[in-house]
Each structure stands twice: as structure tokens, then as C-alpha cells.
């Protein structure tokens, strides 16, 4: 169990920062999240989509730190290395990625690897950033098992 205070200062030093299912600061290069499990029923599927992003995203993946008490509700904390890209990737290009992984686009920014029974979602602009090379930076998709 990791203490809450000294993530709790530093998220709300740094603004405040975070989306629906998570809250994060940087620092020294690594991003460090608070998971909610808002988008997960339970840990087992959140454990899932952690072990899935790092198979599918190596690059981008993330270190389990511990668990954390906040406000009586149990949270994850991951931390994920700070990598830049020069723009948010296109549809286009998300779908031409997620190809040779044999994940087809179902709708909006959700995709689908049916022989694996996973589905990919959240992989939109802010998700998914082009590098100065052209390479293509997963952060942040929603991963289930079918």
C-alpha cells in the first residue's frame, strides 16, 4: 500500500490533471497515474487491459507501483516513461497501425482483434501521437477482453 499524500500534493501541484478513470503528474520524466478503475468493472479487467497495453505497447508501457486508499476507495498506481510526439496520429493512421496487429476499426476509435477476443478503444488524437520519425505512441487505451 502506497501513501496517498504525497501523490495527492503533487497531482494538485501540477493542476489537477487527469481524465475520467485517472489522475496524473510528472515528474523527472515519468508520468505517474491514479487509477480509478471507472472504466472497469473489476480488477481482473483492469489487470487485463495493464498486461494487454504492454504486449501491444511495449513503448509506451506501464509499471504497477502498488495500491493507494483515497477517500476510502481503493486505487491503482502506474507510472509510464513521458515520451513526446509532434502531433495527435490521424484516424488513418491509427487504423493502418492497429493493421499488422489484426485489429480491424469498429467504430469511432475502438478496434478489434476477433481471433483474440480484444477490443482496443480510446485511440484517438490525444491517445495516440505521431514521433518526429513517424512511428505511432499508444497512451492511454481502454483494453477488454471479449
Known sequence: ????????????AQGG??????QVYVQLGVYYKRNNLNYYGTWLSYLHNLLLHNWLFPETGYTFLGLMDVDGFL????????????????????AAYMLPFD?????????????????????????????????LLVFDPVIYLQ
Open 1 to 12: 500500500m502506497l501513501p496517498a499524500e504525497p501523490f495527492t500534493d503533487a497531482w494538485q
Open 17 to 22: 490533471e487527469g481524465g475520467a478513470e485517472h
Open 75 to 94: 486505487h491503482s498506481v502506474v507510472s509510464q516513461k513521458a515520451l513526446r510526439g509532434i502531433r495527435g496520429a490521424t484516424p488513418e493512421e491509427v
Open 103 to 135: 485489429f480491424v476499426p469498429l467504430q469511432n476509435s475502438d478496434y478489434i482483434n476477433a481471433n483474440f477476443g480484444i477490443i482496443v478503444s480510446d485511440l484517438h488524437h490525444r491517445n495516440v501521437l505521431v514521433r518526429d520519425d513517424g512511428e
